[in-house]
Every structure is written in structure tokens, then in C-alpha cells.
């Protein structure tokens, strides 16, 4: 085990798949003369070269589309928004072209590309920079959307995902990258995409949080530990394909459930895991699923509003106490 | 039009009206057509069998496009159905000038490139019927015809959406180095869209080996194109500094020498070309379209200059072949055509489970439920 | 070979056409291409072209007329070509092409389906005793699947939950009470109906078993008097008595006079009723059920023979409502036909007790130091020991005997 920062482990993953595949390219703005613009990418220019570290314009639409015609025609590209929320500029070309061209074709062509970036809100962005996107795309047929909370699973699947033959959205946080954790020295260490992990042991409650907000669960859960409250984490990791069994199989011990989702209440993650849950374990279920989401609002500039409008572990705690019929 | 004094309330006008063009008082035109090529077929390198076979493939086009036109309105199929016909010469005359593992994309008005690139016409039939023998097994439609095999990248359906895919094609050529040139097709209507200018911009800066041609019949649906887009559409390649061209997209020996000449420099220099053909489309924009918007005069002028006549006439002038080879063929062409129409009626539709087919690579994705 | 022209699709929402203008007439020539006629749809006036070359021979619908989809309009030919058979076929309003799109906008009307009550649920409302807000019975999923498993009443459990759901925890404390709840459900399932009611036997005499501390005493009695009043009555009544009749009659009397023997356990009261209501247990194919004779101390023996009767016939028809088997409170099994000396019952919740009766035997007894044919019958009380002691359980025994040996006693 070695330990890296969040966004060395990603670095790690881009340089050990571009070292063994000649079509693997990185193309985004600021990714290679400035080092990337959260020093992911740093030093991978001088490794790599300008024919395989591309500085963009500012064109999100416009080069998600040249990455998507390469990917077509034989290339590897991971193509970097230097945040998901610019990514919407692209979404004709990620919702339109690459997640339909092969089945418009009747599988004629193959769309192997990445798109990562960091995902969500980094504090005090104000709204247009505060947005989770991981649930719309996971809206789409023919996507796959990851969006890892700690170094190690980040390596693992970012390798996976570039070497999956199928456009994968890789997602990531400002707010995370200067993380440190234990990540696997194995040689080729991969993890699979569309499982997700337990990330903490309980018997209690079920807590279900990816992405950032898996560390803020993970407080909630250290508070309640003390508490006598067990409370068990599962961090789906892969948002599309998701991991039900897993979340089900420890409702079934639990009995309880809450998830936290760095999303708006409508239509996001937690609505479609509450589904699933009564879908698949309504007999099992001690109280109805609670969720911590951000409110129905766009992200407030003010550092008050900003800290009531971001999900705490205050609130995930209160969500807990509810399902556990403690308060 | 420059406007010298302020409008009264009554005055304002956004949009121009009109078609913009008027040629000896009396025509309305959408587009000006530029001179055709003088040359011959010999001079431009061609053979009688090329030229003879140039008439076959487009007459095939055209008569495919007509019976699918009828079936259509018989009900034997649905969803859209966006012609060609008419600017039959600029897929002919492009294909003959490019390689065969040149690259090649469009928009949805697609048929013509598909079946000069390989689609048969059975495969194309059968495509427009929704039968799993169709060129993209009944998944694709009337707007996604493709045969990436041979090098025909497809039909694309949203305006605009697949000019940086065919930028990226190009991009792909460059970094193999395989000398490919990548002719990406577009419509005068997706000149005003957006991601064209962020893909000319970076094209022209890296010099992608791509040619974006447009093909401009004069209409963005019912809009006529100088209602739609200011100046001349070539013009706009202008800011990029782009190497570009406006060619006559009714005579397939002009289109033929322009793209060769093009593509030789692209495949030379590795840089882009911005082009417009000018052409004419002779049917509305899809099948509902009662064409209010151009008159019948229009459309007759243009009519004198059908591309397919242009093309017979040439035989039958320069002694290539007499009437009878001429009807010869032509009749060959719509047994063809009737045939693929048997073969599409015939075939079957997609297997249920082919739903889930080509969504993603792998036969085992978990798909949610 | 004639081509026929059918009225086209002109428009995706087109159902038919009014022929605006016909360009042609019969006996024109016409080539590919060409626009013979205008018509109007919903949308637009639209142009009808051929596909064809060829004379029109035939034209068959006038301008102003109103063409739906794919009839015939005109016929394209050769001159001279007989097409009489196209005619005809037009005519006899011959074979439609049949649209292959699906394009079409399905019109037929969708049917709420209605949403299927959860049987189990509502049989949990049915009994309910606990009432919330709304006098719903509230459970969590998870806890109504335990109280199934564990075979308690939901009505019995008090929730500890928001707006008094039972949960999770208030089953894993239960204890087993004996607050008056319904008898045996016979549940109309007909794909499990053995089991269902097997497992609900299973269920409630278990609990019965495991969590009522039953003990039991038995006593002989001479049924002489009975067996000689018995002879009596049906000699001169139409309904024959059955000498269970007797029995259930005498139970209900004794009753009367030992209420404490009538109740039911509380946890932290035990509930006299003032109605007697005897049980009677009847065998039927799948199992064992226990239909009440309301108020049996107020009624007759006719009465009683007549009721039992419809009863166990109804249970053995499977008829029987829930309520005629709610709301006992004692209950009499008989095994004496089958020749069963004596045996001893569990039971039936929430009664206290449950009386056993064996076969009425011929046995030599001893009467003033003589040997004589007597008739014995032997009854067994089961007691839920938390609600009867020992000697209340020997006094109603006592009771009891003293009632059948001298049936005029009943009467008192």
C-alpha cells in the first residue's frame, strides 16, 4: 500500500494506461502546459508529449465531439471538463452522439472514451458551479457514470474506465483531491465497474453515499458510533451500472436506510435508490427511507446559506435517528 | 440590408423575407450557381465506364428515393423521411474523387451517400422499413444509414451534432498518421449552429485533414438560406483563416474535380477546407413539408439543371451510349429497386431482445430495471 | 400491367384526403414524377405525384371528394388494358394495404387497473383494536412479516412508533396476552388452503401451548340421567339433541356460576366477560375450527343442537363468516364419537379454559356394593394456570358433574 493523494491516484491511472496504449490521449483545457488546473495531469506533457496532451480552447462542445469522432475511429481519448458543470456546453455530444451512435448503427462503431473532471460543488463557486450531474447522465442508455470518494477506488476504476470499450463519465471533486489515502500497490490493480464497496461494518442502519458526501456520512457515522449507533456505509462507487444487490443485502440486515446525495431532491440518486430499495426490500424495511440531498435551490453565494444549503452530518445524523426511531 | 434610418413601430422586421436572390428581374433564387468545370471526362481522368457507371450510381439514388417515396405515402413505413434528390451529384462526384478508405459523414438526409458507399439498396430498403437486415439493423432509420465498414460514418439526426464527430475522425487520421482524409458533410441550416465555429477554430489550429462541405440547397427546412445566415456561407471560413472553395453542386464532373483537388491538398498539407457546394433540393424538407415557401418557377429552373439529366445527356452527346443502353439501365435500376422493396417488405423486424442490443459493447451490461 | 393509385400519406397525421384538383383526366399520358392531382389533409394542400409512366385508364373519385388513406383514386396503364379485375376489387371495397407503421397514435382506451387491496393487510385492520389518527392499524413491513412468522396478533401488539406503528422492536417484546382477538381465519386461498389453515392451527395453538401455562384435571360423570332425559326430548321433538348439546348447555350453566372461569388474561388484568359464549370444536378435512354459540346460557337446547349443527355443516362447507367464530369464551372439544375415552385439549385463545369430552362408556360400577352397568363419561379441563388455580378449575368441574347427573339443575 502506498499513500497517495486523490489526485495522484488519478494521475497514477491516466500515466500506467498511457504507457501500455499508444491510443490513449488526454485533451481538455489546461491539461498540459499548465499542468492541469488542479495539477492532475502534472508532468504527464514532458512524459507523454504534445501529440498525446492536448490543450483545448475553451470549447467543451466543440472537443467532447472531436474526442467522441476519434473515439469512433479507433482512438482511447480521455477527454478532461475542467469541471462537470462546463460539461453541460457538451451535453449534446456526450447525450446525443456518444451514448447512441452504436446503437443507432446497429453496433457498427465503438465509442471508447472517458470524460472526467471534478463533479458537484467546491464551496463558495456560487450555483452555475455547484452542480452534481452524476444522476442526469445516468439518466442515458449507453453510459456509464463513476464518482469515486477515495484515492484507491479512484485508481482502480479510472483504469477500468479507460479501458472499457464504452463511454464512461468519471467523476471527481475540487474539494478531494488533495485527499490522502491507502492505495494498492498491486501491480495492475483494477477494480470493476459497477460494484460498489462497504465501507464501514454496522448493524443498525444502512447509509448509502458516494462521492463527496460519503466523508460526510463517515462523520455521521463516527458520531453515532459513540452513541452505540453502528451504522454501515456502502459507497456505491459506480453510479451507473448501481450496485442494488449490495445496498439491498445490507437492508436486509439493517433494516433502515438513508442515503446522502450531493443532488437535488427531484430525480437524482436518491430518489432512484429509495425506489429500488421498496422495490426490492419493502419487507425488510423497519421505517421508510430517509434522504439527505441539497435543498430544491440553486447553490447560494453566502458562506451561511452555502453551509445550510450543503448536506451535513448533522442532517444525516437527524436522518438516522429518524429511521432508527431514536428522536 | 443595411438600414440608414431608424424604423417606426410599423417598420420592424427581424427576419428578411423574400428569398434574397433575383436574377434578370424575374427568377427568385435561393442560391447562385457558380460556372460548372469545361473538362471532360478524359481530361479529368475519368473513363467512359466511370462516367457510365457515375450515371448508374446516381440514377440509383434517384429512383431509390422515389419508390421509398412511395411506399412511404402507402404507409408501409414511418418516421421521417428526408430526400436527396437533386444533389445526387455532389455524393456521386465526392465519392469517385476520395479514396475508398477516405472518411466520410453526414446529416440525416443521408441515403444518396449510403448507397454510393456501399449500403445496397436492399440494405437501405430494408433500413427505411425497420427490418433487422437493414444497413444499421432496423435501429437506425431513414436518418441513420451507415456503413462504417466501407467508411461511411453514418447519417446523424441533430443539426450540427456531427460536424466535431467527423472532426474527430480527422483528428484520429492525424495521430495515426494513415494519411486519411475525412470529408464531413453538412447542410446550409447547420452553419448557424454554434459548435461549428468552436470545430473550425481548433480544426484550422491543428490542422485537421478534413474537409467540412456544405451542402447548400438553398433551404434550412423552409427557411431560404439568405433569411437564415448572413453573407455568403463560404465567406465564413474567412475568420479562421481557412483554405475554402464555392463549387457547382449540380454537375458531378465539378464536384468530382473540386474535392480531388481538395483532398490531394488536405492529404498533402494536413489542413482543413471550409466549402460550399451549392445545390438544390427538388422535395420538401421531409414528407410533410406542402413547400409554400419557394415557387413552382424556382423549382422548375433548377429542374432544367437536374443533375441526372446533365449526366445522360453527356453520354448520349459525347457517344458513350445510345437511348436504348440508357433505358437498359435504367430499367435495371428499378428491378433493383422493386427487389429491394420485396426484400425489405420480406425481411423480419428486429427480435424483441434486440432492444437491448448495441446499447453497450458487452453482452452482459446489468441494465436497470 | 396496371398500377394502381391509391390516396397517399401525405401528411404523419393524415387520415384522409378531399381531392383538391385533378391535373389529369382519363386517357392522358402521365410519366414518373408527374403531379396528377392536389389534396388537401389536415395540414396543407399537398401534391400527388406518380411513380410511374403510363395513360390514366381510369379516374374514381371527383374533386371534393373526401379519400381515406389507400383507396383506390386512379388507375395507370397501358391503353386498352383490361382492369376490370382492380374495378371490381375497388368496388366490393376490396383489400386495403394495411398500414405496417406504428406510427399511429394507439387510441384504445387504457382501463385504470384497480389496485388490489392487501388481504393480509385488511385482516389486520378487520380485528384491529389499536387505532391511530385515522383507526388504521399502522405496522412497518418489516414488522407485520415478523408478527407472521411468529404468529401474533398485530391488534394485540401496542406500537411504539410515530402515530403508534408497530416496529420492529414492540414485536421483538411481545408478550403473548390475551386481549379478546378473532378466532381461527379461515383464509379463501385456494392455492394453499390446507396449508393456510393448517399453519394457522399450527400457529395459534403453539402460541396457545407454549405461552399459556395449561395444567389439567379430569373428572368421571355419570351420563345415566342424561343418556334417559335425552331419550325423552328427542322421542317427542323434532330436532334431536345431541348429548354434546348437553354438555356445551351444562358448560354455559356452570359458567354462569363461575365467572372467573369465563375470562381472559390482560397482562396486567384479567377481564371477566359477562357473555357466555361457548366454542364448539369441529373437525372438518383441513383441520380444526371453533364456531361460537352466542349468549349459550340464554338459550335452549333445541336452539343450541340447531345452531351447532348449521355451524359445523357452514365449516364443513367452508362458509364460515370470521365473526361466527370471534369472541368465544370457553370452548368444548368432543372426541367421543370417535370412541375417545379421555384426552386432554389446548387452549383456545383467548379463552382460560377448554373442555376435553371422551366417549360415553358402559362400565361395571359399583352402586351400594353391588356391580352394575353404569354410564361413565370422562371430562378433561385444559386451564391457563396464570388466570385459574387448581381448586377454581375443580369447583367448575365440580359444578359441571353435579349439573349432568342432575340435568334439572341446569335449570336453576
Partial sequence: MAELQFREAIRAAIDEEMAQDEGIFVMGEEVAEYDGAYKVTEGLLDKYGPKRMIDTPISELGFAGIGIGAAMNGLRPIVEFMTFNFAVLAADQIINHASKVRYMTGGQVEVPIVFRGPNASAGQLSATHSVAYDAMYAHFPGLKVIYTSEPEDAKGLLKSAIRDDNPVLFMESEQMYGLKGEVSEEEDFTIPIGKGKVKREGSDVTVVAHGKMYHVAKQAAQQLAKEDVEVEIIDPRTVKPLDIEMIVKSIKKTNRCVIVDESHPFGGLAGEVGYLIQREAFDYLDAPVQRVTLPDTSAPFAKNLFDEWLPSANEVIDAVNTVTYRK | ?369 | MAVKVEMPKLSDTMEEGVIAKWNVEEGDEVESGDIIAEVETDKATMEVEVFDDGTILKILVDEGDAVPLGQLMAVIGEEGEDISDILEEAASGGEKETSETDGEEDTSEKTDKKESTDTSAEKAEEKSTVTSDDGRLKASPLARKMAEEKGITLSNVEGSGPQGRIIKRDIESYEPSAVPAAATVSREDKEHRVSQMRKTIARRLSESKFNNPHFYETISIDMQPVWDARKQINEKSDTKISFNDIVVKACAAALRKHPEINSSWHGDKIVEHGDVNVAVAVAIEEGLVTPVINNTDQKGLQQIGQETRDLAEKARERKLQPEQMEGSTFTVSNLGMFGIEEFTAIINPPNACILAVGAIKEVPVVEDGEVVPGKRMKVTLSSDHRIVDGAMAAQFLSTLKQMLESPLAMLL
Avoid at chain 2, 21 to 45: A, C, D, F, M, Y
Fill in chain 2, 1 to 369: 440590408m443595411a438600414k440608414n434610418k431608424k424604423e417606426t413601430q410599423e417598420q420592424i422586421q427581424f427576419t428578411p423575407s423574400g428569398t434574397g436572390i433575383r436574377t434578370n428581374g424575374q427568377i427568385v433564387r435561393s442560391t447562385e450557381l457558380p460556372s460548372p468545370t469545361k473538362k471532360k471526362h478524359k481530361s479529368l481522368g475519368l473513363s467512359e465506364e466511370d462516367v457510365v457507371d457515375m450515371f448508374h450510381q446516381m440514377y440509383l439514388q434517384r429512383r431509390f428515393e422515389e419508390r421509398a417515396m412511395q411506399m412511404y405515402q402507402k404507409g408501409k413505413f414511418g418516421g421521417f423521411l428526408h430526400l436527396y434528390m437533386g444533389q445526387e451529384a455532389i455524393s456521386t462526384g465526392t465519392v469517385y474523387a476520395l479514396n475508398d478508405d477516405d472518411d466520410i459523414i453526414t446529416a440525416y438526409r443521408d441515403h444518396g451517400w449510403g448507397l454510393v458507399r456501399g449500403v445496397s439498396p436492399k440494405e437501405g430498403m430494408a433500413e427505411l422499413y425497420g427490418k433487422v437486415t437493414g444497413c444499421s439493423r432496423g435501429k437506425g432509420g431513414s436518418m441513420h444509414f451507415a456503413n462504417v465498414e466501407e467508411h461511411f460514418w453514418g447519417g446523424h439526426g441533430i443539426v450540427g451534432g456531427h460536424i466535431p464527430l467527423g472532426s474527430g475522425i480527422a483528428f484520429a487520421n492525424k495521430y495515426k498518421q494513415n494519411d486519411r482524409v475525412t470529408a464531413c458533410f453538412l447542410g446550409d441550416g447547420a452553419v448557424d449552429q454554434g459548435v461549428l465555429h468552436e470545430v473550425l477554430n481548433m480544426s484550422q489550429n491543428w490542422g485537421l485533414p478534413c474537409i467540412y462541405a456544405v451542402e447548400n440547397n438553398g433551404y434550412a427546412m423552409g427557411t431560404a438560406v439568405h433569411r437564415h445566415s448572413v453573407g455568403e456561407i463560404y465567406e465564413r471560413a474567412h475568420g479562421y483563416g481557412m483554405k475554402n472553395a464555392v463549387i457547382n453542386g449540380m454537375d458531378v464532373f465539378t464536384v468530382y474535380e473540386k474535392m480531388k483537388e481538395i483532398a490531394e491538398d488536405v492529404r498533402e498539407n494536413s489542413m482543413p477546407w471550409f466549402i460550399e457546394i451549392r445545390t438544390y433540393r427538388y422535395r420538401g424538407h421531409s414528407m410533410s413539408d406542402p413547400m409554400k415557401y419557394r415557387t413552382k418557377e424556382e423549382l422548375k429552373e433548377y429542374e432544367k439543371l437536374d443533375p441526372i439529366e446533365r449526366i445522360k445527356n453527356y453520354l448520349l452527346d459525347n457517344d458513350i451510349l445510345e437511348q436504348d443502353e440508357i433505358d437498359e439501365i435504367q430499367d435495371t435500376v428499378e428491378d433493383t429497386v422493386m427487389e429491394a422493396i420485396d426484400f425489405a417488405e420480406e425481411s423480419d423486424f428486429p427480435e424483441k431482445d434486440d432492444l437491448y442490443k448495441d446499447v453497450f459493447v458487452e453482452d452482459d451490461y446489468p441494465f436497470h430495471t
